[in-house]
């Protein structure tokens, strides 16, 4: 079967996508040698979204985080709700070797941690958490627990 040769800088990677690479082709002083027939695969799970989707998911997060301190409510997810969140993101497809979404482009560990954001894949995996100003608050649409 004919192998392809992808070099890349390998002292600048994360150990995680080290890891990665080494689980789907070979390392060769800094070249990554796979099966062609693996090579849409890797080109894929390596590629990031492109720059115009990364800057609109990173505007759309901000203005989440934003418009979620001027109504009072903690920014941050609580620990166990971005625990959560990590560990279904850790399970996921479109989770890059480097902790990113190919999806989106978002680093998953600061994603998982603001309270306004949901996962971008179709359906979500998990969903942003509102938390009501007061119990009576809590109604239709409001999102309290993760997706199933």
Same mark, same amino acid.
């Given at each position: 079967?004919?192998?392809?040769?992808?070099?890349?800088?390998?002292?600048?990677?994360?150990?995680?996508?080290?890891?990665?690479?080494?689980?789907?082709?070979?390392?060769?002083?800094?070249?990554?040698?796979?099966?062609?027939?693996?090579?849409?695969?890797?080109?894929? !799970?390596?590629? *990031?979204?492109?720059?115009? &989707?990364?800057?609109?998911?990173?505007?759309? =997060?901000?203005?989440? $985080?934003? %418009?979620?301190?001027?109504?009072?409510?903690?920014?941050?997810?609580?620990?166990?709700?971005?625990?959560?969140?990590?560990?279904?993101?850790?399970?996921?497809?479109?989770?890059?070797?480097?902790?990113?979404?190919?999806?989106?482009?978002?680093?998953?560990?600061?994603?998982?941690?603001?309270?306004? !954001?949901?996962? *971008?894949?179709?359906?979500? &995996?998990?969903?942003?958490?509102?938390?009501? =100003?007061?119990?009576? $608050?809590? %109604?239709?649409?409001?999102?309290?627990?993760?997706?199933?």
């Amino acid at each position: 079967m004919p192998h392809l040769r992808l070099s890349f800088l390998i002292k600048h990677s994360s150990p995680a996508l080290v890891t990665a690479l080494q689980a789907v082709g070979k390392l060769e002083a800094g070249t990554l040698i796979v099966p062609q027939a693996d090579y849409e695969r890797v080109m894929k !799970q390596l590629a *990031p979204p492109p720059i115009l &989707r990364q800057a609109v998911t990173a505007t759309a =997060a901000l203005a989440g $985080a934003a %418009g979620t301190a001027f109504k009072g409510q903690p920014v941050r997810a609580s620990q166990v709700v971005i625990e959560m969140r990590q560990a279904i993101c850790r399970t996921c497809e479109h989770l890059r070797p480097d902790n990113r979404c190919s999806l989106c482009g978002c680093w998953m560990l600061l994603k998982a941690s603001l309270a306004a !954001q949901s996962c *971008p894949d179709k359906p979500p &995996r998990w969903n942003s958490f509102s938390i009501p =100003a007061s119990p009576a $608050a809590e %109604g239709p649409g409001t999102k309290v627990s993760p997706a199933a």
